[in-house]
């Protein structure tokens, strides 16, 4: 990924910080919508679940610039997820849904380059997960 796909990642993730908490909610009401199946995975409370995963993501949009620091924490994230009963196939929802979130939180500011942009920074992180479960598996 490059400093333009970087910098457009980490401004979009700024004008919504603000409403994080929301936008961890919204995440997982689509993500369950799109997949009503998934939602028995979670077993703890959705709210803290919604916390966790928008710090994770603000860590990583902090981190965008230390790739190989980022890769490692998706391979450890990956072999936890392997461990939560998540699937590969999980992976392309978590994605859309993602996607989705990032939609209705931006309105205006969402544009076919954003989504690219975050699109690429999801699929690294998804393939290190997946990759790091595989091995768990095996
Ligand atoms: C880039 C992709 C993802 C990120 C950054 C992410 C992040 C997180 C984080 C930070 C946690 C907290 C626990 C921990 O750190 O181990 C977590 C838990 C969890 N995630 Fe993910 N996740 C991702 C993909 C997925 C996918 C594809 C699924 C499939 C449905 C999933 C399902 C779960 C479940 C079931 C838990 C445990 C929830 C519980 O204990 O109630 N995650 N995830």
Not at 3 to 23: E, F, G, K, Y
Not at 44 to 63: F, N, P, T
């Given at each position: 990924?490059?400093?333009?796909?970087?910098?457009?990642?980490?401004?979009?993730?700024?004008?919504?910080?603000?409403?994080?908490?929301?936008?961890?909610?919204a995440f997982y009401r689509f993500l369950f919508e799109l997949?009503?199946?998934?939602?028995?995975?979670?077993?703890?409370?959705?709210?803290?679940?919604?916390?966790?995963?928008?710090?994770?993501?603000?860590?990583?949009?902090?981190?965008?610039?230390?790739?190989?620091?980022?890769?490692?924490?998706?391979?450890?994230?990956?072999?936890?997820?392997?461990?939560?009963?998540?699937?590969?196939?999980?992976?392309?929802?978590?994605?859309?849904a993602?996607?989705h979130t990032?939609?209705a939180?931006?309105?205006?500011?969402?544009?076919?380059?954003?989504?690219?942009?975050?699109?690429?920074?999801?699929?690294?992180?998804?393939?290190?997960?997946?990759?790091?479960?595989?091995?768990?598996?095996?």
């Open positions: 990924m490059d400093q333009v796909q970087i910098d457009r990642v980490r401004a979009s993730h700024a004008l919504l910080a603000p409403q994080a908490q929301a936008m961890g909610s997949n009503p199946e998934l939602r028995r995975l979670f077993v703890g409370d959705i709210e803290a679940q919604a916390r966790k995963l928008m710090d994770m993501l603000a860590s990583v949009v902090e981190h965008l610039d230390q790739p190989e620091q980022l890769l490692d924490r998706a391979r450890a994230l990956g072999e936890r997820h392997a461990g939560y009963g998540v699937q590969e196939s999980h992976y392309d929802d978590v994605g859309t993602l996607l990032l939609h939180g931006l309105g205006a500011h969402y544009s076919d380059e954003v989504e690219e942009a975050w699109a690429s920074v999801y699929g690294a992180l998804a393939e290190a997960m997946m990759a790091a479960g595989r091995s768990v598996e095996a």
